[in-house]
């Protein structure tokens, strides 16, 4: 088992990548009493055109099959795992995202019991064609809700007219047209090509003797049978830089509209360090734009053009990104043409050092706050390596960005044809 350690942070992290491929990283907290575990596997939503493990030609799933297979792994021929975890005294959790699925649970008390229940139903699938149908209607409730969402439509609004081809544009969950087609059989062709032990993470954070910890999850999985395995192979049709619809508004049910601008990632290709620096840069960016401390988000709400709901966003992974700024308002046009006047002015605006070392050190300041959440590292430190990141580079990478690094990146993603809005207004 390797350690490394994080002066900085003061942590130390133990890892080891077991037999069966599946990495396995523990970080003990010194006076935490709980203990929070993610199993989680590299296969999201966007992965919807694959070679299944033992084949060679591609096949195509229906859109939101990694949703429907999370909601499924928890059913299993005894009863609902749920009710195992909460028997065991643990709260237990999973959530599907563009890249991975992840299952979760915390407890204080039954730690490895609750880890063998974790790694058991999530290695081993029971899918029948009888609860795949029943399960249709429940994620079928579950879209309608979702397409009644003011601010769910709004979000996958502005990515639908960014994205030509790419399948980030759709649904997490899929229609309701596209999960009729889900059957038992690719729900099992789905689980043995991304459910492989080498395409998984488990990460475990919180009260631990870590030798005793990596010596009981290896006694698990040295039980277990797995295929041989294989590079996982997906396909993704070319995506254009720019955006697919500068522009839509959507009539709906509510007191308020909303508006929301976005910025299509032009060189979504980045990996490891160079996405982190890339992803940090984009976010002390629009913090300089649009924090609360900055000028133009109290001139924003002088003006009445936002309120409490006004947020920015950076999402950055290999093969998609894009920025997100807006919330509600009164004047969607305004806040619109206005975001847009502060976005591109940026590209040409001076702004000074001790703006920029304001910014880092808010971040700086915000990222220790977050490592005192196991639930925020566990989730974190995975979705990083899943890109060759480090979750635990992050302080130094902010402290090494200059005003050289943010005028670039501002010229970079701050493109016209990258620019695309989506607004929700009263019916």
């Not at 959530?95 to 081993?124: C, G, P, W």
């Not at 041989?228 to 500068?246: G, L, N, Q, W, Y």
């Not at 002088?302 to 920015?312: H, K, N, R, V």
């Not at 976005?343 to 001076?350: I, P, S, V, Y």
Request: glycine share 6%; with cysteine.
């Amino acid at each position: 088992m390797r350690e490394i350690v994080f002066d900085q942070l003061a942590e130390k992290l133990y890892y080891e990548q077991l037999e069966n491929g599946l990495k396995v990283y523990l970080l003990p907290k010194e006076g935490f009493h709980k203990t929070y575990a993610t199993f989680t596997t590299k296969y999201g939503s966007i992965d919807n055109a694959f070679i299944p493990l033992g084949k060679k030609e591609f096949l195509t799933v229906p859109d939101g099959i990694a949703h429907f297979l999370e909601h499924k792994l928890f059913e299993k021929e005894h009863g609902d795992v749920f009710q195992d975890f909460s028997k065991q005294g643990a709260s237990a959790n999973a959530f599907t995202s563009f890249t991975r699925t992840a299952y979760l649970f915390s407890s204080t008390t039954q730690v490895e019991k609750n880890l063998e229940t974790l790694l058991n139903f999530v290695q081993e699938p029971y899918f029948t064609e009888q609860t795949v149908e029943k399960e249709k209607g429940i994620i079928g409730q579950e879209i309608t809700m979702y397409d009644d969402n003011p601010d769910w439509r709004n979000y996958f609004g502005l990515i639908e007219n960014m994205f030509h081809h790419h399948p980030v544009k759709i649904d997490i969950a899929g229609t309701k047209e596209s999960i009729a087609n889900i059957t038992a059989d690719l729900l099992y062709t789905c689980y043995e090509t991304f459910y492989h032990p080498s395409n998984m993470l488990l990460f475990v954070v919180g009260a631990m003797d870590p030798d005793k910890m990596m010596n009981f999850i290896k006694d698990n999985q040295s039980k277990k049978e797995f295929k041989p395995a294989e590079e996982i192979s997906r396909h993704f049709e070319d995506e254009p830089a720019t955006v697919a619809e500068e522009k839509k508004v959507l009539k709906m049910n509510v007191h308020t509209s909303k508006c929301l601008v976005g910025l299509k990632e032009v060189s979504p290709n980045r990996q490891g360090t160079e996405l982190l620096k890339h992803e940090l840069t984009v976010n002390i960016i629009l913090d300089l734009l649009f924090g609360k401390s900055s000028k133009h988000y109290k001139q924003l709400y002088e003006d009445g053009l936002i309120d409490e709901t006004f947020s920015f966003d950076y999402t950055g992974e290999k093969g998609f990104g894009f920025a997100m700024i807006g919330g509600d308002t009164e004047k969607p046009d305004e806040l619109e043409a206005q975001l847009k006047k502060i976005l591109f002015q940026f590209r040409n605006e001076a702004f000074y050092e001790d703006e920029l070392n304001r910014a880092k050190k808010k971040k700086i300041g915000s990222f220790l706050r977050a490592i005192n959440s196991p639930e925020f590292i566990a989730n974190q430190f995975t979705r990083y390596a899943f890109n060759e990141m480090d979750l635990f580079e992050v302080i130094p990478q902010l402290e090494k960005i200059t005003s050289e690094d943010v005028k670039r990146v501002a010229n970079e993603i701050l493109d016209e044809k990258a620019f695309t809005v989506f607004q929700i207004v009263p019916k």
